[in-house]
Nanobody
């Protein structure tokens, strides 16, 4: 059974930090690029960060550049999103997404991140 399970979400104050984890099972993890998406209240889901299969290249949306870092540990079948200097506008449900070169994609169920004072 294919699963992507996010964890690490929660409530933090502005300026705080949080690290999200996404543990994968049921598919060949190294064959997939991994991404984090988020859906802010009242908005469409958007790409936050992405990492290639071997973890050598990363990309970020402008809103999080310099604050968020995506990484992956292929030995643990896990992708991470380190979030620093959090802002209220970072409040969203964050989703883990796995994409192969060809074939079907997989989504996690999401984890809530709330940034407020």
């Amino acid at each position: 059974q294919v699963q992507l399970v996010e964890s690490g979400g929660g409530s933090v104050q502005p300026g705080g930090s949080l690290r999200l984890s996404c543990a994968a099972s049921g598919f060949t993890f190294t064959g997939y690029a991994l991404s984090w998406y988020r859906q802010q209240p009242g908005k469409e889901r958007e790409l936050v960060a992405a990492i290639t299969r071997a973890g050598r290249t990363t990309t970020y949306t402008d809103a999080v550049k310099g604050r968020f870092t995506i990484s992956r540990d292929n030995a643990k079948n896990t992708v991470y999103l380190q979030m620093n200097s959090l802002k209220p506008e970072d409040t969203a449900v964050y989703y883990c997404y796995a994409r192969p070169l060809y074939g079907r994609e997989y989504w996690g169920q999401g984890t809530q991140v709330t940034v407020s004072s």
